[in-house]
């Protein structure tokens, strides 16, 4: 099992501090011997999830910037990164892995769901919040992903058409569901990290499961998908 090259970490920090156009042409095959062996990375975090759920996509992400509407116009990223998504309409939910040097992370759950999703979410929160509470306090989960939501994008009081007086307000606010495990430089380069990142993973899959049955039916719980 792999982890990442301190490489790409001392490559990441000298673009960070020579972000342009003619640094980055002058040390791109070394740009592309590295992306190789991220690449391989994904691929084997890849082949251990699969050992246990079924993944539709790997997704590296380009390091090129889209600086079309962004006051920032370095043109390229300071990390890479990696996502995972689950095969078909059953299994929801995915995850990510983002490489940058002292700021390192996986996270995994529904980042900015479309907003027939968003509203199905809230309305299971508003009937009932004790099972998602139950799978935030789980133990081995909450030591890892901590017990609440990443405050990505909130709401300031309450979602039109909720009360900001219910019970389960901090977590029908959220316009993300999604959680995060901080990375530092000794854990992202051992050798064991792509093992590690997978077991990471495998505790996300009791709150996927659950949010996969919220998901895929409707508020009586009858099943959304086509036989």
Do not use: C
Request: proline share 4%; aromatic share 14%.
């Amino acid at each position: 099992m792999a982890g990442v090259a301190t490489d790409l970490l001392d490559f990441l920090d000298e673009l960070k501090e020579n972000n342009h156009r003619d640094w980055f042409e002058e040390h791109k095959p070394t740009f592309k011997k590295l992306e190789v062996d991220f690449k391989a990375l994904g691929t084997e975090i890849l082949e251990g999830l699969n050992q246990t759920d079924s993944i539709e996509k790997m997704k590296v992400f380009r390091i090129y910037k889209d600086v079309r509407f962004s006051k920032d116009k370095t043109p390229y990223k300071t990390n890479r990164s990696i996502s995972f998504s689950r095969e078909g309409a059953a299994l929801r939910g995915g995850y990510y892995l983002h490489i940058e040097p002292a700021n390192s992370f996986i996270a995994g759950g529904f980042f900015s769901p479309n907003p027939a999703d968003l509203l199905r979410i809230r309305k299971e929160f508003e009937m009932d919040d004790q099972e998602i509470r139950a799978l935030m306090a789980n133990k081995k989960f909450s030591k890892v992903f901590g017990s609440t939501f990443v405050p990505y994008a909130q709401v300031k009081t309450a979602p039109k058409g909720f009360s900001k007086d219910h019970a389960a307000i901090d977590l029908i606010k959220n316009k993300s569901f999604f959680f995060e495990k901080k990375l530092t430089n000794s854990e992202i380069t051992a050798t064991d990290f792509s093992k590690k990142v997978v077991e990471y993973y495998e505790l996300l899959r009791p709150y996927f499961n659950y949010m996969s049955d919220v998901l895929t039916t409707d508020l009586n719980g009858v099943s959304l998908l086509k036989e």
